[in-house]
């Protein structure tokens, strides 16, 4: 059984900075594809980033692209979301996800439904 926790999330301002964790335990997870998505209110879950099983393709959602990075730490079995130049539309409550199955294209990347682990949550909230 995988667990996923993530951390980071607050308040910030309008162009501010907040760097996100994703701790797992249960199965090292630098074999599997791991992704950042978020929701916010009355709104569907949306792809944020993700890196391949690989850790070398990575694709990033256009809205957060050139400001938001994607990384690992494999001898920590941690994923990171740094997260620059945060806007109030980045408000939402930020999830990370592990896909155990197989190795996903880019495309399928993007999808919920590649990924068969989810953490709880961390809100982000970005003031104006």
Do not use: H
């Amino acid at each position: 059984q995988v667990q996923l926790v993530e951390s980071g999330g607050g308040l910030v301002q309008a162009g501010g900075s907040l760097r996100l964790s994703c701790a797992a335990s249960g199965r090292t997870f630098t074999n599997y594809a791991m992704g950042w998505f978020r929701q916010a209110p009355g709104k569907e879950r949306e792809f944020v980033a993700a890196f391949a099983r690989s850790g070398i393709r990575i694709v990033y959602a256009d809205s957060v692209r050139g400001r938001f990075t994607i990384s690992r730490d494999n001898a920590k079995n941690t994923g990171y979301l740094q997260m620059n130049s945060l806007k109030p539309e980045d408000t939402a409550v930020y999830y990370c996800a592990l896909s155990t199955r197989g190795n996903p294209i880019a495309s399928m990347l993007r999808v919920t439904e590649t990924y068969d682990y989810w953490g709880q949550g961390t809100q982000v909230t970005v003031s104006s």
